[in-house]
């Protein structure tokens, strides 16, 4: 169901600036919440609103309408307590491109970005507070909680997760060149695209876990071979 719903459903999500970039398929909201690593949480802290980076993930089967993104914090965090059943927005933005036209006035960026509007609540069933902080960890190396020890009762009671609905949501993609003025693709300037793209580098081993090499999630999760294989962390070096 979650797939077959309409993007901006309601007026407060409806693009209205810049239309032919907005996007009115689901999966395009999916590809770019599955895509990005950050997203900013606003809210309302009692007389000011307050933006902030946060760790994401998204459940497309979860029990909001729409599907489910979970957002976490400690439980001592102002912002996260003022939250709770409250409107927020969830806004993800991905940067592809510098888009250098041939006046200041039509240089642009390519990119996609998304806005989730929605009434966010606290979860407080422990199977789906285990399912999100496992889906939080997975969103950043999947696979990753499977191979890690479970957290502590201690080390939940002292996180705090908010589900947001998924139904509201607008989502706006640029792409391709710049779009300039007749007169100034006349003049014969340059004009173009520099893309851009996130780069991992090479797993680093922390100093107390010296020999031990990246298990396999982490290497896949950065593009590399499995451990011990030709390029990757630990391997032998060539002839």
């Not at 939250?83 to 041939?102: H, K, M, P, Q």
């Amino acid at each position: 169901m979650s797939t077959c719903q309409p993007l901006s459903p309601t007026e407060r999500t409806t693009v209205r600036r810049g239309r032919v970039r907005a996007r009115s398929d689901r999966a395009d909201l999916h590809a770019l919440l599955d895509d990005a690593l950050v997203a900013h949480l606003g809210v309302v802290v009692e007389d000011h609103p307050v933006v902030l980076p946060v760790a994401f993930a998204v459940d497309l089967d979860g029990p909001d309408d729409g599907g489910t993104l979970y957002v976490h914090g400690s439980v001592a965090a102002r912002w996260l307590v003022r939250a709770a059943s409250r409107t927020v927005c969830v806004t993800v933005t991905e940067l592809d491109g510098l888009v250098l036209a041939r006046s200041g006035f039509h240089h642009s960026v390519n990119y996609r970005s998304a806005v989730v509007i929605g009434e966010a609540r606290t979860v407080t069933d422990p199977d789906e507070l285990a399912r999100a902080l496992d889906l939080t960890v997975d969103h950043v190396v999947p696979g990753r909680s499977a191979t890690l020890r479970r957290p502590t009762r201690k080390e939940v009671a002292a996180t705090s997760v908010l589900a947001v609905p998924l139904r509201e949501a607008s989502v706006k993609i640029r792409t391709g060149d710049p779009v300039d003025e007749p007169d100034d693709v006349a003049t014969g300037t340059w004009a173009g695209v520099v893309p851009l793209a996130r780069v991992a580098g090479s797993p680093v081993t922390a100093a107390d876990a010296a020999g031990d090499a990246p298990p396999d999630v982490v290497c896949r999760a950065v593009g590399l071979g499995a451990p011990g294989a030709p390029g990757a962390p630990g391997a032998p070096a060539g002839p």
